[in-house]
T-cell receptor, first 112, second 114 residues
Framework: QKEVEQDPGPLSVPEGAIVSLNCTYSNSAFQYFMWYRQYSRKGPELLMYTYSSGNKEDGRFTAQVDKSSKYISLFIRDSQPSDSATYLCAMTYLPGNTPLVFGKGTRLSVIA | DAGITQSPRYKITETGRQVTLMCHQTWSHSYMFWYRQDLGHGLRLIYYSAAADITDKGEVPDGYVVSRSKTENFPLTLESATRSQTSVYFC?????????????FGPGTRLTVL
């Protein structure tokens, strides 16, 4: 079992829909959780960052962490065609020296 | 230009040839990383470096060599390319003082080994 599991999709939704992207993980030592967005033929870029359990909101994006269930989510409200990308979850034990462990990524298409 | 750049952006080579992928960053970030991205596997860490002359293996280091003589450069060499090394390679960097552990990625190098 990989440390981080993420449904690769693809996921296709109409414009304006609420999107839910999810990852599960097996290592309870993970403390820092991130979501990266990757447009086609580009490198990933950091979208959201959360520490420990709870919710964090940034505009139309909400990141949610449930450490008891080892489950993280990214919600996109009022999805736009410009949100079409691959979303990768990532996590690590410490913010300093340890490398990130990435999920495989979920490809999202928002149809106008 | 400021940021992180990779060269070449596209490369086609043959089995058995040596290939070097270049990565350059202008931020003076201490950490640099090499990943490969394949369908069905996502991003996998090949090697990383905490500073000049300090490198460490990641998840999939076999068949790759790295060096870091200068902080800003982190070349990745495939000593004898194999078809299984056909992939998209991403370089990334991170500031050691970053509390967010944010990695900044380059645009990628698409490598095909025939």
């Amino acid at each position: 079992q990989k440390e981080v599991e993420q449904d690769p999709g693809p996921l296709s939704v109409p414009e304006g829909a609420i999107v839910s992207l999810n990852c599960t993980y097996s290592n309870s030592a993970f403390q820092y959780f991130m979501w990266y967005r990757q447009y086609s033929r580009k490198g990933p870029e950091l979208l959201m960052y959360t520490y420990s359990s709870g919710n964090k909101e940034d505009g139309r994006f909400t990141a949610q962490v449930d450490k008891s269930s080892k489950y993280i989510s990214l919600f996109i409200r009022d999805s736009q065609p410009s949100d079409s990308a691959t979303y990768l979850c990532a996590m690590t034990y410490l913010p300093g020296n340890t490398p990130l462990v990435f999920g495989k990524g979920t490809r999202l298409s928002v149809i106008a | 230009d400021a940021g992180i750049t990779q060269s070449p952006r596209y490369k086609i080579t043959e089995t058995g040839r040596q290939v070097t992928l270049m990565c350059h960053q202008t931020w003076s970030h201490s950490y640099m990383f090499w990943y490969r991205q394949d369908l069905g596997h996502g991003l996998r860490l090949i090697y990383y470096s905490a500073a000049a002359d300090i490198t460490d293996k990641g998840e999939v280091p076999d068949g790759y060599v790295v060096s870091r003589s200068k902080t800003e450069n982190f070349p990745l060499t495939l000593e004898s390319a194999t078809r299984s090394q056909t992939s998209v390679y991403f370089c990334a960097s991170r500031d050691s003082g970053s509390s967010y552990n944010e990695q900044f990625f380059g645009p990628g190098t698409r490598l095909t080994v025939l």
